[in-house]
């Protein structure tokens, strides 16, 4: 879908709100909205879009080329000048002194909304997430099929990672060779830090790698995304290195009955607490409930974690369209943790996993 496409169905969807306009930031709405991919820096940017009217843009003039697709009337300022100038006239040129404003809750700078303030001292800010979040929390074919590309190169990425596992080896290096193959196998760039976690730590469900070297009896959690074309890949795996413990390979077994039970909840018209209900059941009823101790999934696309959340108390309805993460998981301190994570996609017949790679424990 064409970013122009976008920006009038932010404006449908502000007719039924009591704003006027919002103001989007670099980030994945500025993306989703307009199309517009910015490092997020200490300059101003924001494309504003009024209910009624033109889109207008302010940006440096160094980065004026991000927003000419659009063609809105683009105010641009120089280090120089500071953004103030052009921002008031920008809000003045658009009739919004007076307006209700709406800015992203969570990705809004306190810095850039008091810019706004002060450029519009008379008008009123809300969040805008309710009109965002709509408005991305389904996804199009475009989307879908970037999300199928991220999900195929991140389970590349995970197998060969999975390959090439082996003792000795410390979970900043299997780190390092993830963010190496992310490059090389068509990423636009890792969806988030990849997690590496061995033995005691793999008991911590977003340990960040370190120098522990990896060693015989370790269960290993790998948790990694590639990102293709702003879209996410999301996939956890688990490895464990000879002689595997007994209890890690009981645990590994329950979790992933977990996210089967879990995958199988997925369709259009059940509840996302079902599906999280589904998957927590299989963990409770084998005697590890108190050891599964995060939701059992999020939502994905421009964000790694985004709407629909998948937790027992979240009774939104599914439907085709959402995408997420089913990732059930068990920790046990003082021993590790296991966790198998995978995307999918809600359909009309049900749902489509995303991710390919295999489920079963890989033991080196």
């Known amino acids: 879908m ?13 007719l039924n709100t009591e704003l006027d306009a919002v103001a ?8 989703y909205a307009g199309g517009v991919r910015l490092h997020r820096s200490e300059r101003l940017n924001v494309l504003v879009i009024p209910r009624q009217g ?10 004026a080329a991000a927003y000419r697709h659009l063609d809105v009337p683009l105010h641009t300022w120089s280090d120089e000048e500071g953004p103030m100038p052009a921002l ?14 709406g800015v992203e809750y969570h990705n809004a700078y306190y810095g850039e909304v008091m810019a706004l303030r002060q450029a ?13 979040t709509r408005l991305r929390l389904i996804k199009d074919e475009t989307e879908i099929e970037a999300l199928r590309e991220a999900a195929r190169v ?5 197998q060969e990672t999975l390959d090439a596992l082996r003792p000795g080896l410390t979970e900043r290096a299997v780190a390092s060779h993830i963010q190496s193959l992310l490059l090389a196998r068509g990423s636009d760039g890792a969806a988030f830090s990849p997690l590496v976690a061995s033995g005691p730590n793999a008991a911590d469900p977003h340990a960040l790698p370190g120098d522990r070297v990896l060693s015989s009896g370790d269960v290993i959690i790998v948790d990694l995304g590639a990102t293709v074309r702003g879209y996410h890949g999301d996939i956890t795996r688990c490895a464990a290195l000879r002689p595997v413990a007994s209890e890690i390979r009981r645990i590994y077994d329950v979790v992933r009955r977990a996210a089967e039970a879990g995958r199988a909840a997925v369709r259009p018209g059940a509840r996302a607490g079902e599906v999280d209900r589904a998957a927590r059941r299989v963990i409770d009823e084998a005697g590890y409930g108190a050891y599964f101790i995060h939701r059992t999934g999020h939502g994905l696309g421009l964000q790694v974690h985004e709407p629909p959340y998948i937790h027992a108390e979240n009774d939104e309805t599914l439907e085709p369209g959402m995408v997420f993460t089913v990732e059930p998981g068990i920790y046990l301190p003082g021993l590790g943790g296991v966790r198998v994570e995978d995307v999918v996609v809600v359909n009309e017949r049900g749902h489509e996993v995303l991710t390919h790679v295999s489920r079963d424990l890989v033991v080196v």
């Open 54 to 63: 033109t889109p207008r843009a302010l940006c440096p003039r160094l980065e």
């Open 154 to 158: 991140t389970g590349q990425i995970v």
């Open 2 to 14: 064409s970013a122009p496409v976008r920006l009038e169905q932010v404006q449908d969807a502000l």
């Open 24 to 31: 989007l930031m670099p980030g994945p709405n500025l993306v």
């Open 88 to 101: 008031e006239q920008l809000v003045a040129e658009a009739g919004l002194a007076r307006a209700v404003w």
């Open 120 to 132: 519009a001292p008379h008008a009123q800010f809300r969040p805008a997430e309710a009109v965002l």
